[in-house]
């Protein structure tokens, strides 16, 4: 295939993607009651299952104080769940792009990342919405520099936290497959993560009190699944540098 033929094969998948998530759009749209009492605005009540789990109490109240907010949040949250419930979709039409140029022994090997791809990011989504998210709402609607101050937070700002912290954990789940991806091609190997460990459990410290409250709780129970992405992820990688095509048919060509 030529450039141009490459560039109309890209342009109809990249299409069909659009058809896709306009649709998921349309049909979210309309389930806006569920949506948002059910899901989206499920953590700022006593009665979401982490804080009976724990404990624990909350009653944040949130406020609207622009005339438009309330549209514009209810566009934004229903593009962000099209956008998740799409993600398999988009991972397929990229794996039909790129298949055509790999070798068979690659294709079978992008297909499991394709796969191992989105049940990690749907991980990730989980992980973000049903332990992340409650702390830091429980922690943040609790903690005043003075009793003289009362917070009062808006729908907005509410909105922003749930959309950074849930797709943020959907993508830092995407570790593993990006480890597996660079050891497939020989970039690093088990060993390499073995012998970084101690490298790997400062990240994951700093990383658990950058993405949660600072108090210890959250910071351990971030960490938690964060500790187990790296396990994964020495699991998933090879123990040698893998062989290239290339380099298997050199071989058979000396034993022959």
């Known amino acids: 295939m030529s450039f141009w033929d490459h560039l109309e094969v890209l342009r109809h998948g990249l299409f069909r993607v659009v058809i896709a998530l306009v649709a998921a759009f349309v049909v979210l749209f309309f389930f806006k009651d569920f949506l948002f009492d059910k899901v989206i605005l499920a953590p700022t009540r006593s009665d979401f299952f982490f804080y009976q789990w724990f404990g624990m109490k909350t009653g944040l109240e949130l406020v609207n104080i622009e005339l438009s907010t309330q549209f514009m949040v209810h566009m934004r949250v229903t593009m962000m769940c099209a956008l998740i419930v799409c993600c398999p979709y988009i991972l397929f039409e990229i794996w039909r792009f790129i298949a055509p140029a790999l070798y068979q022994r690659e294709k079978r090997a992008t297909r499991r990342a394709f796969f191992f791809a989105s049940f990690l990011f749907y991980l990730g989504i989980a992980v973000g919405y049903c332990i992340i998210l409650p702390l830091m709402v429980n922690f943040f609607d609790g903690y005043k520099v003075s009793e003289a101050v009362t917070n009062t937070i808006s729908l907005n700002s509410y909105i922003t936290t749930v959309n950074s912290t849930v797709l943020l954990f959907g993508i830092v789940f995407e ?44 910071m351990l129970i971030a960490a938690i699944p964060l500790a187990l992405l790296y396990g994964i992820s020495i699991l998933v990688c090879k123990k040698e540098v893998p062989e290239t095509e290339e380099d298997e048919v050199e071989d058979e060509e000396a034993t022959a």
Not at 189 to 209: D, E, H, P, S
Not at 212 to 218: E, L, R
Request: glycine share 6%.
């Open 175 to 218: 570790i593993p497959t990006l480890l597996a991806a660079l050891s497939q091609i020989g970039l690093i190997t088990r060993q390499t993560l073995l012998g970084g460990w101690k490298w790997a459990v400062l990240i994951i410290a700093v990383l658990a009190a950058v993405i949660t409250p600072a108090d210890p709780f959250s």
